[in-house]
């Protein structure tokens, strides 16, 4: 059974920072891309960071560019995202995705599973 559990949202103020994790299970970790994306209440999902297989190629929205930082660790089956500078814009429902031997696109489509995201709230 494929699950992929998101842990290190909450509420900090703006400037602040946070590091997300994604943890995995039931699937090869090193054969998945991984990706983050957000959901904003009222707004669409979108795309916040990808990193491919071997992490050696991330790729970032330009609204979080410099800011944010994707990594992963195949060793612990576990990707991350590194959050700083936080503003209250980024406050939304963060998701990690997989992608099977994907090379960590910004489209949702390409993700096949999917975690139950977690919240992150950024106050003024």
């Known amino acids: 059974q494929v699950q992929l559990v998101e842990s290190g949202g909450g509420l900090v103020q703006a400037g602040g920072s946070l590091r997300l994790s994604c943890a995995t299970s039931?699937?090869?970790?090193?054969?998945?891309?991984m990706g983050w994306f957000r959901q904003a209440p009222g707004k669409d999902r979108e795309f916040v960071a990808a990193i491919s297989r071997s992490g050696g190629i991330t790729r970032y929205s330009d609204s979080v560019k410099g800011r944010f930082a994707i990594s992963r660790d195949n060793s612990k089956n576990t990707a991350y995202l590194q959050m700083n500078s936080l503003k209250p814009e980024d406050t939304a429902v963060y998701y990690c995705?997989?992608?099977?031997w994907g090379s960590g696109t910004d489209r949702s489509m390409d993700y096949e599973n999917w975690g139950q995201g977690t919240q992150v709230t950024v106050s003024s």
């Open positions: 995705a997989a992608d099977n």
């Open positions: 039931g699937i090869t970790f090193r054969n998945y891309a």
